[in-house]
């Protein structure tokens, strides 16, 4: 080892690559056929054949739930039975969403025009028949409230109008600069009339 340089370099020499194998199915077959044969057992078969355990072990319960057709596909295999159960849920599932579909659509018409509680207890209040308290209790919504919107609905406020804001733009625009100016002036030490 004394004297050797850093240049000098070893090799390695790889002696075993074995490439991914895939195995048809009727080597899947005869392998768990093999398995499942008096005196023969999964270990002893897959030592023999060169497989690892748990694929056979995923190949014959592939094969006791589903068969050919679950080996080939290399997936689980679902009977015709869970199939025919889950599309009768999924039917019914479905007739249930529209039922319940059809409700909320009707439902929902008549308080279209109420957005909380509190307006639709002003209304009952206002139309008459129902005491305010009873109203209220009923409802859960404070009493005071619902008495004054009883008898006067506020009046909404009026809309937005930009019309009266073109004229205060330059003032706000002019106020902005001397800011932008002052404060330029105070942080480097100079004030700028």
Sequence with gaps: MYGTSAKTSSTVEIVNITPH????????????EASMAPGQSVSLVGRAYGVAL???????RQMSEGG???IEANDEVVSVAEVKAQKSKSVSWNA?????RWKWKFSRKPFALVAKKTHLAAALVRRGGFPVKR????MAVPRSNTYERSR???P??????KAEDVLLLPLIGN???????MAIGVFSGLIVN
């Design 21 to 32: 194998r895939r195995w048809p199915v009727g080597g899947k077959v005869r392998l768990i």
């Design 54 to 60: 748990t694929l056979l072990y995923r190949w014959r």
């Design 68 to 70: 050919k057709t679950a």
């Design 96 to 100: 249930f969403l529209a039922t319940k």
């Design 135 to 138: 109203v209220t209790e009923a």
């Design 152 to 154: 006067s609905p506020r």
């Design 156 to 161: 909404r406020p009026e809309r937005y109008s």
């Design 175 to 181: 106020i902005w600069a001397d800011a932008r100016r």
